[in-house]
């Protein structure tokens, strides 16, 4: 076929178009036809990139193909879903029954440890009691024992991006990965748009923090029509009825200024807002408390034996940096030491562990405060678990076992070289899940995969320039 370039032409509509001497599409039904090569499929993916990109100020590198997880490992991931959400709705639970009295109360100390007064009351108040995140995303791993989970994101950048990847190779690479593509073409954008139900307009409120996404969220609104449209952090135009999609962090409410009057009219019930300004939810000690014994027969119960076995595989092993003084003859579980201070004195090789922030601090996301502990000097560690004891009142951490993830083989295009490089990598899953109704008759539904492969010399996996990003297929 002949190249693709792109154009703009000013005589039509005004729409980024791919055209060459043959026929001009539009970006949602435009498609490469008949055998293609790597090389067009790059091309094009490259082509489509929106004008003002999906990142601000980041690039990755162009997969020539999705990436294939196979039917078992697909189908896995579908199922996910209902095991996540009933985890959600069990930690809601579980913070719920701590402030009333029916578990144990530092339970709810625990969680609200380092939050203003006012977010502990708002997140306690009646209008938010049963509400939960819309978009569950977890970061998953493949290893060489099977898939972990290291933590669950409700605030998760990547929906956009995602949306994007799954059309743009579906159309690249034919009708033969059209139906293999999780989610195809449009769940991704479906999924996202059902959260809000019939809400008369779709306010995505992105702050100054979260503003690296902000291209991605813009793009997104576009795909989804009038109703949606992308608001900087001052915006509080908002009708009642409307709903807001909140792509700020707790942690940030002071620099996002209509951030009172987001929850006030949802307390007010006049409009509705996710994820629900439940800090509670957010943190990643919730896996501690998953594996906390105390607490083991109410996760039974709220989870079901089936689902609690379930995430015992899949859950890494998680303690809180509690420096609270033990007896002497006590011992942390697993890890045999009798204060939190014994862990700077691990050998490198015992340290295959992860120290990171909760949840409620700048430093809780995008791999920042995350630290490995067999990748660092005993100094290094050192200085770093001091931080992490002494945190503990404003800002806890949690320590996790670390499960590497296998190598796998991947391609990228080198635009520069014109050429395919294979690559060794570890991969990093990230299945988006929209949560559809209330209460009992909710459901999560899986919109797409997005697949983060880094040279396998990275310790930690995330978006980075050397990184390959696809979407995933059957």
């Avoid at 949802?266 to 943190?283: D, M, N, Q, S, Y």
């Amino acid at each position: 076929m002949p190249p693709v370039q792109l154009c703009k032409d000013e005589r039509s509509c005004g729409r980024y178009h791919f055209r060459d001497t043959i026929w001009c599409m539009h970006f949602e039904s435009a498609q490469l036809s008949g055998a293609v090569t790597p090389a067009q499929v790059a091309e094009f993916v490259r082509q489509r990139l929106p004008p003002r990109g999906l990142f601000a100020g980041l690039s990755w590198r162009i997969a020539p193909a999705p990436f294939v997880l196979g039917p078992e490992l697909a189908d896995a991931l579908e199922r996910l879903g209902r095991v996540l959400l009933r985890f959600y709705q069990a930690a809601n639970l579980l913070y719920r029954h701590s402030v009333d009295g029916a578990q144990p109360g530092w339970v709810a100390e625990l969680l609200d440890r380092g939050k203003p007064a006012e977010l502990i009351a708002l997140q306690r108040s009646a209008v938010f009691r049963n509400a939960l995140p819309r978009v569950i995303r977890p970061d998953v791993l493949l290893t060489d024992n099977g898939l972990c989970i290291t933590e669950l994101d409700s605030v998760p950048g990547g929906i956009g991006l995602t949306a994007w990847l799954n059309q743009t190779y579906a159309g690249a690479c034919g009708s033969n990965w059209q139906s293999r593509i999780i989610g195809g073409a449009k769940d991704m954008l479906d999924g996202f748009a059902a959260i809000f139900g019939d809400a008369p307009n779709v306010h995505i409120v992105v702050s100054d923090e979260a503003a690296t996404y902000r291209p991605e969220m813009e793009w997104l609104a576009a795909q989804l029509g009038a109703r949606f449209g992308v608001r900087d952090g001052s915006y509080t135009g908002f009708g009642d009825g409307d709903a807001v999609y909140r792509f700020f962090e707790l942690f940030d409410l002071a620099n996002v200024p209509a951030a009172k009057t987001i929850f006030d009219l949802a307390a007010a019930g006049r409009i509705v807002v996710t994820p629900p300004p439940k800090p509670a939810l957010e943190e990643k000690l919730l896996f501690a408390l998953f594996w906390n014994r105390n607490l083991r027969e109410f996760w039974i119960r709220a989870l079901g034996a089936g689902f609690f076995h379930k995430l015992q595989q899949l859950f890494p092993y998680t303690w809180v940096i509690d420096p609270m003084p033990m007896p002497p003859h006590a011992v942390i579980p697993r890890l045999e030491i009798t204060s939190w201070d014994q862990l700077k004195l691990m050998s490198q090789t015992e340290r295959q562990l992860v120290l990171k922030v909760s949840g409620f601090s700048p430093l809780a996301w995008g791999a920042r405060g995350v630290y490995l502990g067999s990748d660092m000097s005993r100094e290094e560690w050192a200085a770093v678990v001091d931080t992490a004891i002494q945190s503990y009142s404003r800002a806890p951490y949690v320590l996790q076992e670390f499960h590497k993830p296998r190598r796998v083989k991947t391609e990228w295009f080198d635009f520069a070289r014109g050429a395919l490089v294979e690559m060794d990598g570890r991969v990093r899953l990230c299945p988006y899940y929209f949560v559809i109704g209330d209460n009992s008759a909710a459901r999560a539904r899986l919109g797409g995969v997005l697949a983060t492969i880094c040279p396998a010399d990275k310790k930690i996996i995330h978006g980075m320039n050397d990184a390959v990003l696809a979407p995933c297929a059957r």
